[in-house]
């Protein structure tokens, strides 16, 4: 991975040093907090281009409930790591660092900056720390779990999981069936907790990197514009949306891009499991606790900027900085 510096910034007035420009920086924070808009005036203003950092964006044809950038956003800034995937395929924090770490050169290479932006923080970690190596699974330990996850449901799994390995049950929640199936996979497939086998090491950030989080301080306020927002993907479409996923040959509830928030309420209003309000209600729920999430993750980590996200300008950040100058 490229280590150079970039291009010199000039202090702002409230700095008396000077500062060096990111060779790569990082936009993270709680869904809902207005990271795409940022993203796209920082780039402008440092000539950069943007590689997602979202676990949802890489899949095509989910578009509204994920409020993917639009044709528009993405003809005024270049994005990278949307639409890679069809929804039927997987994609990991694994595929994700390979393919960012060749993204970064890349942009390097092109004398552009890397802004890496979204909320997926799992991302985030491993790209700064790296992943833990995993132990080969019994492909028959894994046919059996998922065959018990529709019929015990995830709660009860992750019950299981809270007897053999507290440390990692604590750790994942309980609607996170993917989480809870791979923690009990190795369990069942090595005698040894998950827990046990990773090093827990804190994120370390490169030489040259900034990591900046979108910190929301009035947290009513980030609950309604959840609830707006996911009214206003309603209003656009989402329905529709949902139902063309669900008349794809071979795609399922159970595949992991139909598990993203939002999408696993939406298979269950249109199988008949719960009405409209309720899926609705459901949906608006699952993504504020997403963001409450998203925020603990955020508190265990160090040498991030926090800006605040209700006052967030690219202005605002090159206070903090630096500010071209050019």
Known sequence: MSSSIGRRWTVS?????????????????????????????????????????????VYRGMDIGTAKPGAAEQSRVRHHL????????????????IHAKRLIDDIHARGRTPLLVGGTMLYFQALLRGLDVMPAVDPAVRASLRERLPREGAEALHAELMGVDPVSARRIHPNDPQRTLRALEV???????????QSGSKASIPAGWRCVALWPED?????QRIARRFDAMLEAGFEAELRRLMDRPGLTSGHAS????????????????????????????A?????????????????IVCLPAERATSGRLFEILGSKTT
């Open 258 to 285: 139909q598990r993203a928030v939002g999408y696993r309420q939406g298979w269950e209003w249109l199988s008949g499991q719960v009405t409209r309000e309720q899926f609705r209600e459901r949906a608006i729920t």
């Open 82 to 97: 949307i639409d890679v995937r069809d929804p039927e395929e997987s994609w990991s924090a694994m595929d994700f660092v």
């Open 187 to 197: 369990y069942r497939s090595t005698g040894l907790p998950l827990s046990s086998l």
């Open 13 to 57: 007035s409230c700095v008396d040093a000077e500062f060096v420009e990111p060779s790569v920086l990082l936009l993270m924070g709680p869904t809902a907090t207005g990271k795409t808009d940022l993203a796209l005036e920082l780039c402008e203003r440092i000539d950069g281009e943007i590689v997602s950092a979202d676990s949802a964006l």
């Open 287 to 303: 993504t504020r606790q997403l963001a409450k999430r998203q925020i603990t993750w955020l508190r265990g980590m160090e040498d």
């Open 219 to 223: 947290r009513g306020r980030l609950r």
